[in-house]
């Protein structure tokens, strides 16, 4: 069974320095330790790379792999993820998911 690399990308409505922070830290707070997570990151975008082909419109990215795809659909429905969306969720403007199976 591939592990599954799940891919936010947070564009916010309030890109403030205070504002990514809070998501930043809402993200160690919530989305970390989940059961069958193998890898879990979270950062900024960063700003001295601005090739034609970087994609420069967000300021916060997720980065979580799963041991499966049954641990990624139990992450969804977990009571700290539903904690996080609820908090967090009105400064979003945009949320972009990349979801892939990896081999």
């Given at each position: 069974m591939p592990q599954l690399s799940h891919m936010v990308y947070f564009t916010l409505q309030d890109d403030s320095e205070a504002k990514?922070?809070?998501l930043l830290n809402a993200c160690k707070k919530y989305l970390v330790d989940h059961p069958g997570v193998t890898y879990f990151?979270?950062?900024t975008l960063n700003q001295?790379?601005?090739r034609p082909v970087n994609?420069?419109?967000y300021?916060?990215?997720l980065n979580?792999?799963?041991d499966?795809?049954?641990?990624h659909d139990l992450y969804q429905v977990a009571p700290r993820h539903l904690e996080f969306i609820a908090e967090?969720?009105?400064n979003w403007k945009q949320v972009r998911i990349f979801d892939s199976d990896l081999v």
């Open positions: 990514i922070s809070e990151s979270v950062g001295e790379l601005a994609d420069r419109g300021q916060v990215t979580v792999v799963f499966s795809r049954e641990s967090q969720k009105p």
